[in-house]
């Protein structure tokens, strides 16, 4: 091994006590390695390799080239005790724990920030599912203020007196959409739609189809889609 190339070797294997994690075995543009992309520090590095003081902990690839990342064996760190003073050995083996030191605690610091961030998630999410679980949550929009303000309970109890009147006919969806209201202000038409479906697929109502001509259909957006027809009026079952 020639001079150059041992200084070469000693440069490369110092640079390593500093960097647990491998460095490039050859620098490139703009990046850090263990020899210089020379001739001679190519062949430095091949004599390295060859003598078993360097070992190679992963490869990447960038662009079309594929770099060796590569740290001190055993036997390097041997080599280079016998051809360095011990002291700057152990000063760049010092400045590496400290490195690493730093990196660990940055670590434990971004794991507690971490907990945190997920211990207010939890509570957050705790407090959400026990707002849900109270009563008045759990009720739909109309039953908040009272069960008396169930759209369902008040159509039933609308079909139940147009049938005692002995009203002829069944009863029109719009007219019974207006009465409905009067007694649930809140109810939206939609809502007014979704119990009448409810009942309907519980067969507590039946909803009867329009038979006339559709141009002549008054009040069109109260009737109801049941089907293929459109439902017009509403009875309770016989």
Known sequence: MIESS??????ALERSLAASEGLPLLAGKNLNGLFP?????????????????????????KGKATLEFCALTEKGLAFLLEQSSPRPVLEAILKSIDACQARIDAWIADVKESRQYLDGLRGLAQRVLEHMQKPEVA???????GHDQDPQLKIVDLLRTWQSARKIGDYPLPELYEQARIRCPKMTLGQF?????????????????WTGPLHELPHPASSLLVGHEIGYYASLPS
């Open 139 to 145: 009720l739909p929009p109309w039953a908040r203020n």
């Open 193 to 209: 739609h979704d119990a009448l479906r409810a009942l309907h697929n519980r067969r507590e109502v039946y909803l009867h189809p």
């Open 6 to 11: 041992a200084n070469l070797i000693r440069q």
């Open 37 to 61: 992309n020379i001739a001679a520090g190519k062949e430095a590095a091949q004599e390295a390799r060859s003598a078993g003081l360097l070992r190679v902990l992963r490869t990447e690839v």
